[in-house]
């Protein structure tokens, strides 16, 4: 069973730094695809930034630059370092895998068929 779990949320100041972890319980972690995604509520649930099973990275326009993504195949983790956090951060943050995917659309919702329960991240002014 693939079941992705998120931590490392919380409230930070506007400008101010956060990294999130994701541990994915499930076999052949390494051949995952593995994404960020988040939600604020009223809005759809927007892809961040996605990490194959080669380490090609893929990122939203709106967070490159400030998040990066990585992954540790040796522990099963998947993180996500954001930088220059501003109130229009605020979302939920959802981790989402999906075994031996690689293809274009990385940073859809649809990629995915796994995903955590999420973990809040609140930026203030």
């Known amino acids: 069973q693939v079941q992705p779990v998120e931590s490392g949320g919380g409230s930070v100041q506007s400008g101010g730094s956060l990294r999130l972890s994701c541990v994915v319980s499930?076999?052949?972690?390494?051949?995952?695809?593995l994404g960020w995604f988040r939600q604020s509520p009223g809005k759809e649930r927007e892809g961040l930034a996605a990490?194959?099973?080669?380490?090609?990275?893929t990122y939203a326009n709106s967070v490159k630059g400030r998040f990066t993504i990585s992954r540790d195949n040796a522990k099963n983790a998947l993180y996500l370092q954001m930088t220059s956090l501003n109130p229009e951060d605020t979302a939920m943050y959802y981790c989402?895998?999906?075994?031996?995917?690689?293809?274009?659309?990385?940073?859809?919702?649809?990629?995915?068929?796994?995903w955590g329960q999420g973990t809040q991240v609140t930026v203030s002014s």
């Open positions: 989402a895998a999906e075994p031996n995917y690689s293809g274009y659309w990385v940073l859809r919702t649809y990629a995915y068929n796994y």
């Open positions: 499930g076999y052949g972690y390494s051949n995952y695809c």
């Open positions: 990490i194959d099973s080669s380490g090609r990275t």
